[in-house]
């Protein structure tokens, strides 16, 4: 089906090609005649062809066990995967097992041109090698193979392990790690030097980067440093550099690849938040509604509203920028449209048209530190709970209401305790008066400029949600009432008039268990992914340092915002764990004009 | 060399074709078009607390990362608030005043008698003092040494009318310190580093702190940030 924002897509991107041809033949004498005289289908292939982006994914190690975080860093880059970018705000990241079925997956928020998270392994996972695939919604236009991906391995010690191949094969095949800027491109160097050879338990470790172009000059680079057990990385990954990118690998921004000729650009790119897209039909004729406001609205104490009018096809689109799962519920505004089903888009790529991870073969070598590292993984579960507050690094963001700042706010708790809301309404609410008509309670509100009743009746909120059943919601119980705001004044929202607001808001922030009298679109949606901060435990003084709380990370450290200054330099600390051994320290990321840098350490623990 | 510029110049293109295809289908609304109605809770013709004082489109505000040009804007210098003004809305059953709401407001600029001013929201998290409140103040110049003025006014019943007295603060924040600028003891205790130079240059350039002008402090700072500069 094509939709209005399709054909609109379309010719969005005629006018671009024009441009572009413009901008070729204008700027570009040298080019050959047939660029000149691309047919209007050609152009908008070769306009999709410049407008794309890629990604590089980056991983604080290779093999995990189940309960453990895979850390993770993204970087944006152009569509020839060579530039650092900026364009799309909102990366996909999904984990896929062997069958290539998603296992698990997250919306992460990227308004910079890098960013990282963390993806914790759930103990249902089988043992095998898994595929991260990571990729925008612009990028979505493109065959699946120009995604970014990384292959891991998971082991799960409470599971059968049988699938689990043994010999002295590769530990991990590598065939589905892509980044396009490593082959063939520039590389600058990078060092890290640290301020002891080796280090004893919970020991504070120093240490200086600098980061250098082939003639010496220094490189201002966007850097992520993983420190972890040694058994945890693949022995190859000194010849990574120059490793011949085979299977899925396919740098971006090549012409003519699988699934581009004649296919239109169908998603649009996510500048902001998570696009939310959908349409709605009416349910007895399967027809498109258009015309219509739809709601959006998330169901908790702060008024989040947005307005949308369908468009001819019925489609409508919404922008979220909340973080964790959140009760939607999506509606049209004139609650009279009853007879209505709404269809969402898939917000995640359905398809997995690139080759998969094979199967785990273990090096029988690092089986003890596999061993070590699953017995590592319990410790550290044991004592997660004594270090809440410490593990994770998720922030908590105010949300607002929409409206601002209300008229009135009567916190229920301020005033003598009532029976009822009726009678709060009726004593305390000023503005509001709750009125009969047809046998149903209706609210009026005064005009709080015209000194006068409103026409029509205000938008009422329960918990953030458009519900017009004032009967039901004067029902609810006046303990679990918690405040009441009130805008009598004219309130245009997306365009669309209300003649005030009045918003009921509950102690517990839930709709206090209010059914709906008509059909709504209700469900917990997933936006962006709460993100987590590595952080490492801090032994800065003898009384945390001899902290009965055992330690033994196998991710020792894991930095993914690290960033050289205009000398090339940049330094950064943490403390060693309880465990002693060999540590493999990767550095590597990406300079602001293109260039990769990748360096391998050791680092010993004694 | 030449095919790869192209490339870039194509590249750049699409962001913008894209940003425009991104905010037409997603925000096809007009975006000033949110907010509550404006009530003009003060007489006109005895005074006004709005900055300008008249509605010209010659504003511009900047939401979402998009810039609208040549809009009437208004700042209600004592409820401090942006009124969106539009006769046009009339005939959508819209009221013309709308107060736009301050979450989607990036920036706004507005023509007033004292040349062109750059306001932003505000809001200080820190302790500062107490002498700033979050809301919206003009950035007149940014850098090591902020200076901002908070345009508000004080309500005053005169003659039996209420009136609103325009009343500027002038703030600068150096080293996370706010100092508001009242005289010329106050900003040579902001800019204390350097205070015998600022005052000799006072001096020279005859500048009353007090009655001095917003481009006449910001060549003071101007001249504070060489010195700063030159002695590092």
Known sequence: MKTFAHISLESRMQKAVCLLCLLIICGCPGLSQEDTQLSPKESLQDSLQHYKESLVLRTDRDLYV????????????????????NFSKVVYIELLNQAGYPVSQHKLHLPDRSGSMGLTLSDTLSSGNYLLRAYTSWMKNYPAEDFAFRTISVINPFRSMENIGAGLSEPVSRDGDTDPGVAGQKQFFVDILFDSVSYSSRERVKASVLA?????????????????????????????????????NKAPGVSGGPGMPGAPARYLPELEGVVLSGSIYNSSTDKPIGNEDIILSIVGKAARCQIYKSNSKGKFYFNLDDSGVQEMVIQPVDSAVNDYYLELDADFHNAYDHPLPGPLNMDTSRLQALNQGIINMQIQNIYKPYRQGLASGSTNVTAYDFYGEAEYHIQISDYISLNNLREVIKEIVPAVSVRI???????????????????????????????????????????????????????????????????????EGKMAGLEFDHLVFRQAYAALSERARFQSPEYSSDSLKNSPLADFRNTLYWNPALHTRDDGSCSFEFYTSDEKGEYTVILEGRSEDGQSGIMFKKLMVQ | MMLFSVTLTAQQDGHIVLQELYQDILHPTDPLLNGKEYGYYFQPRISTPLIPAEPYPQ??????????????????????????????????NFPASIVVNSQIIEEFTLNLPSGQARFRYLSFPENQ??????????????????????????????????????????????????????????????????????????????????????????????YYSALKQSGE
């Open chain 1, 66 to 85: 189940v309960g453990e975080e895979v850390w993770m860093k993204v970087y944006k880059l152009d569509g020839n995967g060579k530039k650092a970018d």
């Open chain 2, 59 to 92: 504003a511009s505000v900047l939401i979402r990362k998009k810039s609208y040009s040549n809009v009437m804007l208004l700042y209600d210098t004592y409820k401090d608030l942006v009124v969106y003004y539009n006769p046009g809305n009339l005939s959508q």
């Open chain 2, 129 to 222: 003092d107490g002498l700033l409140s979050e809301g919206f103040y003009e950035i007149v110049s940014e850098g090591s040494c902020r200076f901002i003025i908070k345009h508000s006014a004080l309500k005053k019943v005169q003659d039996g009318a209420v009136i609103y007295q325009y009343k500027p603060e002038r703030y600068l924040i150096s080293s996370g310190a706010v100092f508001r600028i009242k005289g010329k003891k106050s900003l040579l205790e902001a800019l204390s580093d350097r205070a015998a130079e600022v005052k000799q240059y006072l001096k020279r350039a005859k500048i009353q702190v007090a009655s001095a002008d917003k481009e006449q402090l910001k060549g003071v700072l101007d």
């Open chain 1, 212 to 248: 250098k172009d082939a003639s010496g000059n220094p490189v201002e680079a966007d850097l992520s440093v993983s420190i972890a057990r040694s058994g945890f990385f693949n022995d190859h990954q000194e010849g990574r550099l120059n490793q011949v990118q085979t299977g899925i």
């Open chain 1, 437 to 507: 008509k047809d046998g149903k309670s209706i609210l009026w509100m005064d005009n709080g400029i015209a000194d006068q009743h409103f026409n029509k009746g205000p938008l009422i909120l329960v918990d953030g949600v458009p519900y017009d059943d004032v009967d039901q919601i004067l029902n609810i119980n006046i303990r679990e009432m918690e405040s009441i705001e009130v805008i009598n004044l004219k309130y245009i929202l997306d365009g669309r008039l209300f003649e005030g607001i009045i918003h009921f808001i509950t102690i």
